[in-house]
């Protein structure tokens, strides 16, 4: 995982392994020596795999690490490795920042590091914030290294070791060990994980082999109950360059089976091998938070999000066509992986890759699956196996591989080079549009209408314009009611979820049908916008559908109740709903899990301003403000919480703080226009507003608030251009 600190509702996913508590034999596992005795080749590849080293008892066969007594320094905490009584011990700070002493009981991973899992109450794992570099000593490993070495993690950090943020149990187990079950017991808040399996084996990706194995021994030939499918058969037609699939892709049920854990997503039922993906999981789509704006990852997303942005997915490449399916190793080294699909003597020569051959510039991977280092020691590869465009990075702010290894040089460089090879892309590839619409601009919405309706983009990219569409036209109503239609269900998700931000008539008149839809993820997102529908307003029978689809919705969200997303989801919900105790509940349960989950202070200070208790709404925005003094949205809360209070000079300056601190959200902006307005500040108001709108061109709401603002302070002609400007842009936002 990157150093950086991912707060406030984000997801951070560790990358531990296994359960805690106990094996069990869950009805229908065999395990994986079972399948080995009639499976031996398979199973020897898989041994040595990352999935099958992926969690162990932490005895002398599993632990790498040094513990003759080594010892590390962090924050001002001296820890200590040691071996006594035949256990391997720690001496470290615990949650209340004393030094207490652990011993290990699981490891989980090999390379390049390997971490370790220390017991606690309430059938709590943690992962040790101290891991192993396994790397050898000549690349630098064979060291105890801290996962944060940039920071200064304490006890009270919620990201510190015994914190919620690395709780082994809610965040990692299920994707690192075979038929696991949370065990969660929402009461209680405890857990008692357990598994079929310690680590990845045979059924995780095969289901439950016990009948199959039942079945061959009596002499059968029962099938398993999924099949992940085959690597493709690709031939080259004659004169051709690249290779096609002259078999049926695998890709769907392969995506099916490993997407779930290599994916940055959200849990909405329990996953069982064979299960539809966006039945059990909801997808992130190309936030910027996670990835650049072009689509390249930024932050710890594994692969899903950028494979599915790919020419290679769209041509119906699956994870096995590069990946032998058990060992998990590439089926050839270096750029012979791509040559059994990409003719090497047109692409493996200087003419397409312009360096020395053998050089690290001449290696495919490196051009078109550049690396992103986590967890300190961790290189992965991009999985959108994209052409290098020095313009795009330059633009969109986001990696170049050309600067990335030559590091003494700029943007500018790579231009004049790539243009001197004759290279130059298309100004209208879907990873420039995808970069462009996220610009708040007249051409950065006609770029995200444009690749929302490419009926050839990849799926992801489309998906996440779809979601990001800023509706200000008729035409953009209906390029969504067309991807509510499209048989693909990612973009069926992305429009659904773009449903939210559309007048309420017009979003509910698109959710009805979505309620019915084949996929549960796409049904959650309508169920949401109709949430706030009053019965009233509804015929019995679709108060009766309504109530169906309110139930799925809440037992989705059970479905991750271990995780704070989970029971913000049912808060958010049943505020939309009215029912604020309900509301209340389920933001105080999320404040158990993760006590510096912002957003949920927010909330809940909302719904105490709703009741009229601004004294509790205040004392939530205080703890709000104690875990991150340095969010804006605290900040703006607090301005307006002091609005209310009558405290305008204080008001005033928190509002000013959130807009310093965020100086592109609009909202910020306008809020703080409007404030020093009332306070007779007129001149500032106006300079606060057009900053804003010179930052956000496409905002109607502040030309709107400008004009006004002018006209109060009697300076009719610049009130007169700021409405002629507002009408331009409607104009513009028309075609």
Known sequence: MTAKRLRHGAWILLCLIAT????????????????????????EAWSGSHHALAMAEADRKN????????????????????????????????????????????????????????????????????????????????????????????????????????????????????????????????????????????????????????SARAGGRSALPVDPGRAGRWTFAAGARIASRVDASAQGPQLAVCAPCHSRRQNIAAYRPGTAYLDAHVPALLDTSLYFADGQIRDEVFEYGSFLQSRMAQRGVSCTDCHEAHSVRLRAEGNAVCHRCHEPDVFDSVAHHHHEPGSTGAQCANCHMPSRTYMVVDPRRDHGFRVPDPWLSEAADSPDVCTGCHR???????????????????????????????????????????????????????????????????????????????????????????????????????????????????????????????????????????????????????????????????????????????????????????????????????LYRARGNEAQAGEAIARALAVAPEAASVHHALGLHLVRAGQQARALEELARAQSLAPDDARYGYVLAVALHSAGRGSEAIDVAREASRRNPVDASLLQLLASLYRDQGKLPEAGAAMRQLGELNAALAK
């Open 63 to 214: 632990v790498l690490g040094d513990f003759n007594d080594a010892r590390i320094d962090y924050a001002g905490v001296q820890t200590r490795f040691f071996e006594r009584g035949g256990r391997f011990h720690v001496l470290t700070d615990g949650p209340d920042g004393k030094l207490t002493e652990y011993p290990l009981v699981y490891t989980f991973g090999v390379t390049p590091l390997q971490q370790y899992l220390i017991a606690f109450p309430g059938g709590r794992y943690q992962a040790l914030g101290i891991a192993w570099d396994s790397r050898a000593k000549a690349d630098g490993g064979q060291r105890w290294f801290h996962l944060y070495p940039e920071e200064r993690i304490t006890a009270t950090d919620p990201l510190h070791w015994t914190g919620p943020y690395q709780r082994w149990n809610s965040r990692c187990a299920e994707c690192h060990s075979t038929g696991l079950d949370k065990g969660y017991d929402r009461q209680a808040q405890s857990w008692n994980t357990r598994w079929a399996e310690i680590s990845v084996g045979c059924e995780s990706c095969h289901g439950p082999g016990k009948a199959h194995v039942d």
């Open 408 to 606: 003494e040089r700029d943007h500018a460089w790579a231009q004049k080079t790539f243009a001197a090879w004759g290279l130059q892309a298309h100004p209208d590839t879907p990873q420039r549009l995808l970069a462009r619409s996220r610009n708040p601009t007249v051409e950065g919405v006609r770029a995200g209408r444009q690749l929302a309706g490419d009926p050839g983009a990849p799926p992801m990219q489309r998906a996440t314009a779809l979601a990001e569409l800023r509706v200000m036209a008729e035409s953009d109503l209906q390029l969504l009611a067309a991807a509510l239609r499209e048989p693909e269900p990612l973009l069926r998700l992305g429009a659904a979820q773009a449903l939210a931000g559309l007048p309420p008539e017009y979003a509910h008149a698109m959710a009805w049908p979505l309620l019915d839809d084949a996929t549960r993820a796409v049904r959650l997102e309508a169920t949401r916008v109709l949430a706030p529908l009053p019965d009233a307003q509804l015929s019995a029978a679709q108060r009766a559908r309504r109530e169906q689809a309110l139930k799925e919705y809440i037992e989705a969200q059970h479905a991750a109740a271990d995780l704070a997303g989970g029971p913000m989801n049912v808060a958010a919900l049943e505020l939309a709903r009215g029912r604020l105790d309900e509301a209340e509940k389920s933001y105080r349960e999320a404040l158990v899990l993760e006590p510096a989950l912002v957003p949920a202070w927010l909330n809940l200070a909302d």
């Open 20 to 43: 805690a508590a106990a094996a069990v034999e869950p009805a229908g596992y065999a395990g994986s020596a079972v399948c080995g005795e009639c499976h031996a080749t398979q199973f």
